[in-house]
């Protein structure tokens, strides 16, 4: 069975830092591909980042990394936004890559993604 765990959420001001982690089970980094969406209030769902994207929005400020049994995956954001306030969920795809979503919520079945985290809150404060 496939479990996908996030933590690290939480709130901080503009300007600072959050490091996420996603533990998985049943996969790891060898076999899937693992990255975060995140869904802002009353918006839709965004990649943000994977081993071979990282969104505009976030270039150059978050970073992914995983440990080296490939069951964490990271995502450290620094210079933090009100706009990055959003549920960051970590995920999994086991045939392909983790798509692109348009106009659908995180976690929904037409998100086409094999595996969903619970999802975490992260709040930046201006």
């Known amino acids: 069975m496939v479990r996908l765990v996030e933590s690290g959420g939480g709130s901080v001001q503009a300007g600072g830092s959050l490091r996420l982690s996603c533990t998985a089970s049943g996969v790891t980094t060898d076999d899937s591909d693992i990255g975060w969406y995140r869904q802002p209030p009353g918006k839709n769902c965004e990649l943000v980042s994977t081993?071979?994207f990282t969104a505009p929005s976030v270039k150059g400020r978050f970073a992914i990394s995983q440990d080296n049994s490939g069951h964490t995956v990271f995502l450290e954001m620094n210079s933090m936004k009100p706009e990055d306030t959003a549920v960051y969920y970590c995920?999994?795809?086991?045939?392909?890559?983790?798509?692109?979503?348009?106009?659908?919520?995180?976690?929904?079945?037409?998100?086409?993604?094999?595996?969903w985290g619970q999802g975490t809150q992260v709040t930046i404060s201006s």
């Open positions: 995920a999994a795809q086991n045939r392909g890559f983790l798509p692109h979503i348009y106009g659908s919520s995180c976690r929904h079945p037409n998100a086409l993604v094999n595996y």
């Open positions: 081993f071979g």
